[in-house]
């Protein structure tokens, strides 16, 4: 009879929140940014491309057999050479001419001088920039060695530098190829989707209760339902409701991973994988039951939504701690602040999940992380139940926390 | 069926219920009558088990309340709540799902209840769709839906307009008449006196007088005369048969003392002011408890 209320109270508030606009909008984009996310780091990656075909590249006070040279690298990648008069008219081109890129302006024997320039609109057309650096730069130092009597294929083997390849070593003995870059941005991507979710779900849960409060239509609630049934019908039923969400959406990446990624060959970050989003999947659900049993209780003592909003900041505060030091955490996983934090229950979901993400701690580690979370769940939830029976009649004022701490020391 | 035995509840310094002791029987409409703050809210959410007394027992059928019997209760409360985004239907039905019952039997007793309301073309809409009035009666077929034995209703009738009132006095005759037992509280006495079999009258959380209506008005109610006339009255409470003179904006009422002859005093009437109106009436509840409180 008991679960049966829960269930019941549990079934509304999912049919509820399922129907609402947010929640379709948010689960049919979470894939499209899940997509986004596992092919961001690609595309950040691969500046090379920002060549465009057809602009110009001007150049100035160059030796013939220079832009001979240049002329020939630049047209493989669709850019024009434009030999300039002189650095006047050069400089009128460039500022009214939209095709015209830059310019390079060489002032004396390129094998001799120091420095020279290169000219453009934004200063920031690094591709650009590193191209004529690389090909002009090459040509002057081989035609010095050239010069110098000596082999140029000797000096490049001589002066070869051994390439360094960073690689992951992982438990299963795999090596998986990734760069902290690729690392830090999922897990960001990672930690920002399970403090959204929980801070969302979170609040769903506190602002329903509050409603129903300031409504009233919780004393007929509550005469037909305990108030743990009630709160715990809403927990269940808001968390079942960020399952199906998440359902949607590891179904979504799987479909990624498992499909589309052979299909277009494209690579995907390490840390995007099934075992990955099981974690997630976990991690979100004891961090919602922890930060959703902590708002329904707010919910029940608070007067209204902004009365909620007072009460919840430590709340908010505890969430935002794992975001804020979210690269510090992943570039120390091993640094002791990391371990408390992800060991504190307040914050282990989040800390934890970002260790798990760079370096996947040994698994002892992992269930004393989930005793902890587990014990202090039941013990919020305990609280939460007492202060929700107390506050949910109370009305009239805005309640502090001094109060709630004496109904807690009451019951 | 419903008894209370020296109930007390405390909020901090103020008592709001003090030794309170009645019983509300099977199959009668029992009220629950005083002003303002009296105690008769705190009262009905002790017995529906939302708050427990500090002192005293709430028994039902002899048995303290157990969750189960609240699905043989239905509870109208005093501020009504309701899912404003909610639609009629699958509120109702919700509501009654709470209460144990299934969906068919529910369907039934919602169809029956929108009809009787004049409400079925609403089924499918939203409450925030709905009229105030509209509301009200949804908010009182929520509590019935299931249909209880025991319902409990705190102060039914309050905001609502005159056709409402009647519809609404009505169908608790009619539930009443089917054996079920009503509870319900009010602070408009004419409400209770037309209503009620029982009574139990409250004034700042004790209860001032408690048994069935009609033996309640043979032992405290004075006889009183209602004399609706033109001209200057001021001399009607000195007369030697008056009691008391309530004056209404239409009429006054006057209480009568012990022995007094009602044909003296009307003689004694129509010698200063034209009658239009002079009924002997059976003593007002609000006259019993006006003097009562005062004793």
């Known amino acids: 009879m008991n679960k049966n209320k829960t269930a019941i109270i549990a079934k509304r508030e999912f049919s509820a929140i399922v129907k609402t606009r947010t929640f379709i909008i948010i689960t049919v984009l979470g894939p499209f940014l899940i997509f986004a996310l596992t092919a961001l780091p690609n595309i950040i990656n691969s500046n090379t491309e920002q060549i465009q075909k057809g602009s110009a590249i001007g150049i100035v006070g160059a030796q013939k057999e220079i832009i001979s040279m240049l002329r020939s690298v630049f047209e493989q990648k669709g850019v024009i050479l434009i030999e300039g008069e002189d650095e006047d008219s050069m400089k009128r081109m460039l500022l009214d001419e939209s095709a015209m890129q830059g310019y390079v302006a060489i002032d004396g024997d390129l094998t001799k001088i120091d420095s020279y320039s290169y000219y453009s609109k934004t200063g920031t057309d690094f591709a650009y920039s590193e191209m004529i650096n690389a090909v002009l730069g090459d040509w002057a130092i081989k035609w010095r060695i050239e010069e110098a009597g000596i082999e140029l294929e000797r000096v490049e083997n001589l002066t070869r530098r051994p390439s360094l390849e960073v690689k992951k070593l992982t438990k299963t003995g795999e090596e998986s190829n990734q760069d902290l870059y690729t690392i830090i941005i999922t897990s960001i991507a990672f930690i920002m989707l399970l403090y959204m979710s929980v801070l969302l779900y979170g609040q769903m849960i506190g602002r329903a209760i509050v409603v129903e409060k300031s409504s009233k239509i919780v004393e007929i609630l509550l005469s037909s339902a305990r108030p743990k049934q009630i709160m715990f019908g809403k927990i269940i039923g808001v968390g079942a409701a960020g399952l199906v969400q998440y359902g949607v959406w590891i179904i979504s990446a799987l479909f990624i991973i498992l499909v589309l990624s052979p299909i277009l060959s494209f690579t995907l970050p390490a840390a995007i994988n099934p075992t990955m989003l099981f974690l997630l999947v976990l991690f979100f659900l004891v961090a919602f039951l922890m930060y959703g049993a902590a708002y329904a209780a707010l919910g029940a003592a608070a007067e209204n939504e902004q009365n909620l909003g007072q009460l919840s900041w430590p709340l908010i505060v505890f969430l935002v701690i794992p975001m804020v030091m979210a690269s510090t955490i992943i570039m120390n996983p091993d640094s002791a602040f990391t371990y408390i934090l992800s060991y504190f229950p307040l914050t282990s979901p989040m800390v934890m999940f970002m260790r798990v993400l760079v370096n996947m701690p040994p698994l002892w580690e992992m269930i004393l992380c989930f005793t902890i979370l587990l014990l202090s769940i039941w013990a919020i939830v305990i609280l939460a139940a007492k202060i929700f029976r107390t506050g949910i009649l109370m009305t009239g004022k805005p309640v502090t926390f001094r109060e709630i701490i004496r109904w807690l020391k009451r019951s | ?295």
């Open chain 2, 1 to 295: 069926m419903i008894s209370l035995e020296k109930v007390t509840k405390e909020y901090g310094s103020t008592k709001a219920v003090e030794d309170l002791s009645f019983n509300a029987p099977e199959g009668g409409i029992f009220g629950l009558i005083g002003p303002n703050g009296a105690g008769k809210t705190t009262t009905i959410r002790m017995i529906m088990n939302i708050i427990e007394p500090d002192q005293g027992s709430i028994l039902f059928d002899g048995e303290p309340l157990v969750e189960k019997d609240k699905d043989r209760i239905g509870y109208l409360p005093e501020e009504r709540g309701i899912y404003k985004k909610s639609k009629v239907n699958d509120l109702l039905i919700y509501l009654g799902r709470l209460k144990g019952r299934s969906d068919d039997f529910l369907q039934n007793n919602i169809d029956l209840w929108l009809d009787r309301f004049q409400l079925s073309r609403w089924k499918d809409s939203k409450i925030e769709e709905l009229s105030k009035g509209m509301t009200q009666k949804i908010q009182f077929i929520a509590s019935v839906v299931h249909d209880p034995d025991i319902l409990i209703l705190d102060e039914p009738f309050s905001g609502l307009d005159p056709v409402s009132t009647d519809l609404l006095r009505e169908s608790i005759a009619r539930i009443a008449k089917s054996g079920k037992t009503i509870l319900f509280s009010t602070h408009i006495m004419e409400q209770a006196e037309r209503i009620c079999n029982q009574i139990v009258l409250l004034n700042k959380g004790k209860a001032v007088v408690n048994g069935p209506l009609n033996k309640i008005k043979d032992e405290f109610g004075t006889r009183s005369v209602v004399v609706d006339f033109t001209g200057d009255g001021s001399f009607i409470k000195n007369l030697p048969q008056v009691e008391k003179v309530i004056e209404y904006p239409q009429y006054i009422e006057i209480a009568l003392k012990d022995g007094a002859d009602t044909d003296e005093l009307l003689k004694q009437l129509i010698q200063y002011v034209s009658i239009r109106r002079f009924e002997i009436v059976a003593p007002s509840l609000h006259n019993i408890f006006v003097s009562l409180i005062k004793e």
